[in-house]
């Protein structure tokens, strides 16, 4: 596995299991448990130490298959991240959410705890001192965001003690600079950049847009993948990757895929092919 690094160092895998959708969406789903489970203790029997989930996912219930997931595993060598829903942004809210978190999950910390998305309703000075709680009592190593722009980035900084080590975003071939789950603007003009000039971490959600960046022929895509002797996906993965400063988190359930995904490290895009893609048009990816 390739890494890149935290602003204190510390190194994170540049490719991390997803898991929206796995035991539901906005509910818990609890029909396939089972396969859920063992498909996530074979991610990481692949290789996969990072897993990025979310106590909204499932309503819960995904944090609680991850937790059962990794239980037996040596914890120390896994990055495990999930995420506070916007909703629970105030002080004693997003405690209880952590706790809540930590609980599902079976384990005592987070690796990396972030605000799911911005609310302006409730005070960020009040989000962010919960967030200095969190690592001040050995609950989170280290805390970021989701969905945040540069305004939302600075006024969280200015807010707590700890610098902000990460920024999940949706980026992907096939969205740059505008959202298609939530109004979120310039991932790839705006935010990116001054992630990457102030060392915090992107991590690239969605990367291969649910498997519909796959479905369509596109030439340069195509071209390339032949190049390079990958799949598609390993390419669309790998424009990720090949920049700066930027880690991501394909979800996958089946075997297959997973051992694809990971073959996107381990190699490099030339930089007039990452142009290519850079460049390349992808078509309306609808809302
Ligand atoms: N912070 C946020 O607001 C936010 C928002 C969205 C997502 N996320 C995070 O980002 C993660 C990734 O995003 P996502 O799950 O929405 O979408 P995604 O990773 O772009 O796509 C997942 C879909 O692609 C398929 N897939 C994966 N690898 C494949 C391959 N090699 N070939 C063909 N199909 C493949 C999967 O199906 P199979 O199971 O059949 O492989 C699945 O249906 C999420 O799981 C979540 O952890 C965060």
Redesign the pocket.
């Known amino acids: 596995m390739e890494y890149k690094m935290l602003y204190n160092g510390t190194k994170v895998p540049v490719i991390g299991l997803?898991?929206?959708?796995i035991g539901g969406r906005n509910e818990a789903d609890s029909s396939r448990d089972r396969e859920n489970v063992a498909a996530i203790k074979g991610a990481i029997r692949l290789g996969y130490t990072l897993i990025?989930?979310?106590e909204m996912?499932g309503a819960g219930h995904t944090e609680e298959l991850v937790g059962e997931a990794i239980t037996g595993h040596d914890r120390s060598k896994l990055f495990i991240v999930s995420?506070v829903m916007s909703r629970n942004l105030a002080y004693d809210d997003l405690l209880r959410s952590a706790k809540g978190s930590l609980d599902r999950l079976k384990t005592g910390y987070f690796d990396l705890y972030?605000i799911?998305?911005p609310n302006p309703s409730i005070p960020i000075a009040e989000t962010m001192r919960a967030m200095d709680y969190l690592v001040a009592n050995g609950l989170a190593r280290f805390i970021g965001v989701?969905?945040f722009s540069v305004a939302e980035l600075e006024e969280a900084q200015k807010h707590t003690r700890n610098p902000i080590a990460a920024n999940?975003?949706?980026y992907?071939l096939m969205v740059r600079n505008e959202s298609t789950?939530?109004p979120y603007r310039n991932m790839e003009s705006e935010t990116i950049p001054y992630c990457q000039r102030h060392s915090i971490l992107v991590m690239a959600?969605?990367?291969?847009?649910?498997?519909v960046?796959?479905q369509d022929a596109n030439p340069v895509l195509d071209e390339l993948a032949a190049k390079y002797h990958k799949?598609k996906?390993q390419v669309a993965i790998n424009w990720l990757i090949s920049k700066e400063g930027i880690i991501t988190?394909?979800?996958?359930?089946?075997e297959a895929?997973?051992r694809?995904?990971l073959g996107a490290a381990g190699w490099k895009l030339e930089k007039e092919d990452m142009q290519k893609l850079d460049n390349a048009k992808f078509s309306d990816v609808g809302r």
Do not use: C, F
């Not at 959600?205 to 498997?211: A, E, I, M, N, T």
């Open positions: 997803g898991t929206w959708q990025d989930t979310a996912y995420k972030l799911h998305g989701s969905n999940q975003v949706q992907s789950y939530g959600d969605r990367p291969l847009h649910k498997g960046l796959l799949t996906a988190i394909p979800m996958s359930m089946s895929h997973l694809e995904n």
